[in-house]
C-alpha cells in the first residue's frame, strides 16, 4: 500500500521507546512491501547517519525543521490558545500544514498520523477533504503531566494541571476524528474507548527477538541495569526513588551490587549528586547487548506510566530477568512470579532483589518465562500484521469517504 506517515521527530537515532517503534514498524513494513512517504518535522537536523538508516526504508523522506522551543510564539500560545502546550510546540506550523496539503493531492491508501500532539496541522485539510485517517497514541497523553507534577516548582503546579485539562479536551476532539485509533496496549485501547465510543484497535509494541536471541544474563555479575530516556519525568523519578531508597538498603547486605544507568539525556549533575562507584553512568547507548550479557537483571522501579515499555520488552527477549512494579509491566499481559517480580514499595524491592542475587536458579526461571513470551507476543512482525489489518480496513473506507465527497460537491453545485 501507500502510506503517507507523519511524524514529530526523526526516529533515528532510536533514543526512546517512541522512536524505537516507529524505527522498527518502518523497517518491518518497508520489508513487507509497503511504500511509506514520511513527513518529519524536527527539532533537530536531518544528520547523515539519520539519512542513512531511514531513506531505505522509504521511498520518500521529508524533514521540516520545527521552531525552537523557547519561540515567542510558543510562549503567547500557551497562555492565550486553546490548545494545549505540547500540541502548540508541534503544531500551528504553516511550512508543515502546506506541505501536507501538496501531498494530499496523491492518491494514498493509508494517511498514518503519530500522536494526538501532532494533529494540529493536519485538522483542517482532513475535515476539508473528509479524507479517512488513522491516528496512532502510544499513551494517554493527557495522564502524563502528572509524572512531573511533584518535580515543578509550586508556582508552575496550577498552570500544570490546567495544561491537563486543555489536554483532555484536545484528546477527545482528535482521537473522535480519526477513523481508527490504533493503541499500543489493552489498557490503553480500552480508555481510548472509553473516551471516544468507539472500538480502539491495538498494535502492540515490539521487540526484534532475533537480535537478542544468543544474549543471556550474567547472574554472578551483580549488576542491576536500568534502561530509559530522561527526557520523560517517569524515569528521573524511578532512578531518584532507586538511589535515594532502594540501593542503599541493598548495599547494607550486598556492597558488591552495582547499577548501570543507561539513557539518552543523562543528567550531568547526578554524577555528583550519588558519587558512588558502584553506579556506573553510561549514558545512551545504541547497542545493548553487551551490557546485558554483563548485568544479572533488569530493574525498572517506575511509579508513573502508561503505554508500553519497549526496553523492559529488550531486557525479557536478551533474557534478563525483570524486577519492577505494576508501573513497569504496565500494558503488558504478564504475570507478577513467572515473568517478572514486582513490587511497590522500597523495603520490598530491595529485600527482592538482594535475595534474588543469591538464587540464580530463581533467575534463569524468570529469564526462560520472560524470553518465551515476548517471542510469543511481542515481536516486530506480530505488530506489523496487526497494523497492516487496520491499513487494509481503513483502505477500504476511502472510496466510500471519495464517493461521499464527490456527492457533497455535486449538491453544492446544483
Avoid at 496512532?136 to 503531566?145: K, L, P, V
Avoid at 496550577?158 to 489493552?186: G, I, K
Avoid at 485501547?189 to 537480535?211: F, K, W
Wanted: contains cysteine.
Amino acid at each position: 500500500m501507500r502510506v503517507l506517515w507523519t511524524l514529530p521527530y526523526l526516529p533515528w537515532p532510536t533514543t526512546s521507546g517512541n522512536k524505537t517503534r516507529q524505527f522498527h514498524l518502518l523497517r518491518t513494513l518497508a520489508q513487507r512491501g509497503h511504500r511509506i512517504t514520511l513527513l518529519v518535522q524536527s527539532k533537530i537536523p536531518l544528520s547523515e547517519a539519520a539519512r542513512e538508516a531511514l531513506e531505505p526504508l522509504v521511498e520518500r523522506l521529508i524533514v521540516l525543521p520545527r521552531r525552537p522551543l523557547q519561540s515567542p510564539l510558543n510562549l503567547f500560545a500557551a497562555f492565550y490558545l486553546c490548545y494545549p502546550m505540547r500540541a502548540s510546540i508541534n503544531g500551528l506550523a504553516p511550512h508543515l500544514r502546506h506541505r501536507f496539503e501538496q501531498l494530499l493531492e496523491e492518491p494514498w491508501d493509508v494517511i498514518q498520523i503519530e500522536h494526538s500532539y501532532s494533529f494540529q496541522p493536519f485538522e483542517q485539510a482532513l475535515k476539508a477533504r473528509g479524507l479517512p485517517f488513522l491516528l496512532s497514541e502510544h499513551n494517554i497523553e493527557s495522564s502524563m503531566g502528572a509524572a512531573c507534577q511533584d518535580r515543578l516548582p509550586l508556582w508552575l503546579r496550577p498552570f500544570n494541571s490546567f495544561d491537563r485539562w486543555r489536554y483532555r479536551r484536545w484528546e477527545a476532539r482528535v482521537l473522535r476524528q480519526a477513523s481508527e485509533v490504533v493503541a499500543v496496549s489493552p489498557s490503553d485501547a480500552e480508555q481510548i474507548s472509553q473516551l471516544t465510543g468507539r472500538h480502539t484497535a491495538l498494535a502492540v509494541n515490539g521487540v526484534d527477538c532475533e537480535h537478542y536471541r544468543h544474549i543471556s544474563s550474567c547472574p554472578h555479575s551483580q549488576r542491576l541495569l536500568f534502561v530509559g530516556n530522561f527526557e520523560y519525568g517517569a524515569n528521573l523519578e524511578a532512578i531518584e526513588w532507586a538511589l535515594e531508597e532502594i540501593l542503599p538498603q541493598i548495599w547494607q547486605s550486598n556492597p558488591a551490587v552495582r547499577l548501570a544507568v543507561v539513557g539518552n539525556a543523562l543528567p550531568n549533575h547526578w554524577k555528583l549528586r550519588w558519587n558512588d562507584p558502584r553506579i556506573e553512568w553510561v549514558g545512551y547507548l545504541p547497542d545493548l547487548r553487551d551490557l546485558q550479557r554483563h548485568s544479572a537483571l533488569f530493574f525498572a522501579p517506575l511509579r508513573h506510566g502508561g503505554g508500553c515499555k519497549i526496553k523492559l520488552l529488550e531486557a525479557m527477549a536478551a533474557g534478563l530477568p525483570v524486577v519492577t512494579t505494576h508501573h513497569g509491566v504496565s500494558g503488558l499481559a504478564v504475570r507478577n512470579g513467572e515473568h517478572y517480580v514486582g513490587c511497590e514499595d522500597s523495603d520490598t524491592l530491595a529485600l527482592t532483589i538482594t535475595q534474588l542475587l543469591n538464587q540464580p536458579w530463581r533467575l534463569r526461571q524468570l529469564s526462560e518465562a520472560a524470553r518465551q513470551f515476548v517471542g510469543e507476543r511481542h515481536d516486530w512482525d506480530m505488530a506489523a500484521a496487526q497494523l497492516e489489518g487496520i491499513y487494509t480496513r481503513l483502505a477500504t473506507q476511502r472510496p466510500l469517504a471519495e464517493e461521499g465527497l464527490a456527492s457533497g460537491l455535486l449538491r453544492s453545485a446544483e
